[in-house]
């Protein structure tokens, strides 16, 4: 069992005085697999080793946190590691972004897709293991049911003081995770990182509760989209509690549940704790995307 540390911050985000925020700080778990990669991985790497598989195949973009984490995990573990990369135009070594250059460096060998490929293909497990027999396939962002399992790790028999739980989603593991491990009086609540309706089926295939729900509304455009005032958010979120957010998952989330507050949504006895899952791997790559623009950027230190 692996413990993070707690951060109170309801008192400068200037709440009720009755509700209570507190952040649980999975980045801090691992300095390269943080957050919810490590417990999406955690026994996904145990049956890899149990089984014997020469190495993990797995899927993601130039950015991806999953990609880079996966590539770690490998290194650290002693088996291989197959990146499916979306973009064959990223062939080319001189525009690989930070992320790609870190996985190569710690083992991970990459094939490159064009988007429609990659499209086409990521999903087709029988395509994959015909060509790769001794692999593990590990699907897009890492859901499967075993990184559930981890992810319902996060919680512990301490947790039951708390009556929400919130989560940023992207492939929707870590929400399904934290669905089964709630307690019988918690609402889990997640934050889409992406727009599509798709995701609420993608979760019910691994959490049977119906103590979940999505919260939209605040992916700022899609998936990687960001504004302004959402850099602006965050950079400011990091000056009053010193805690780095990203701007595809955890910005949004929390953004979105600082809305939440000002607007009423939580009962004035709420308990709620943040789960902060990572992803701060990739800021680099979006300053430089935002220089670009002759945008504000992020203003932290990771």
């Known amino acids: ?26 980045d801090l778990l691992f300095p390269e697999i943080s957050g919810n990669k490590w417990r999406k991985l955690k026994y996904n790497i145990q049956h890899i080793l149990q089984e ?45 972004s930070p992320t790609l250059q870190s996985a190569q460096q710690w083992g991970m060998t990459f094939k490159f897709l064009s988007r429609t490929s990659f499209r086409d293909l990521k999903s087709d497990e029988r395509y994959w293991r015909d060509r790769y027999p001794n692999y593990f396939i590990l699907p897009e962002g890492g859901t499967s049911a075993l990184a559930v ?45 992406l727009i599509g309706d798709f995701l609420r089926e993608d979760i019910r295939n691994f959490a049977k509760k119906g103590n979940w729900e999505l919260i939209q509304g605040y992916t700022f455009g899609g998936y990687a989209k960001t504004s302004p005032e959402l850099i602006r958010f965050i950079n400011q979120f990091y000056q009053n509690h010193q805690v780095p957010l990203d701007p ?5 989330m929390m953004y979105g549940l600082v809305d939440l507050l000002a607007n009423d949504f939580f009962p004035k006895s709420a308990n709620i704790l943040a789960i902060h899952t990572g992803g701060l791997q990739g800021i680099p790559a979006m300053n430089e995307r935002l220089k670009k623009k002759n945008q504000v950027t992020l203003q932290i230190h990771v």
Not at 166 to 184: D, I
């Open 1 to 26: 069992m692996y413990f993070c540390p707690m951060q109170a911050i309801s008192q400068k985000l200037e709440l009720h005085d009755t509700i209570a925020v507190t952040l649980r700080r999975e």
């Open 149 to 193: 399992k981890g992810c319902a790790e996060m919680l512990m028999p301490e947790d039951q003081i708390f009556t929400h739980v919130v989560c940023a989603v992207g492939t929707g593991g870590t929400l399904a995770g934290l669905s089964e491990g709630a307690f019988s009086h918690q609402k889990i609540l997640g934050f889409p990182a």
């Open 248 to 252: 595809i998952y955890t910005g949004k």
């Open 52 to 96: 014997g598989y020469e190495g993990v195949l797995t899927f993601g973009g130039a950015h991806s946190n999953h990609i880079a984490a996966t590539a770690y995990a490998a290194k650290a573990s002693g088996f291989k590691a197959i990146g499916v990369i979306r973009g064959d135009e990223l062939q080319q070594t001189t525009s690989w």
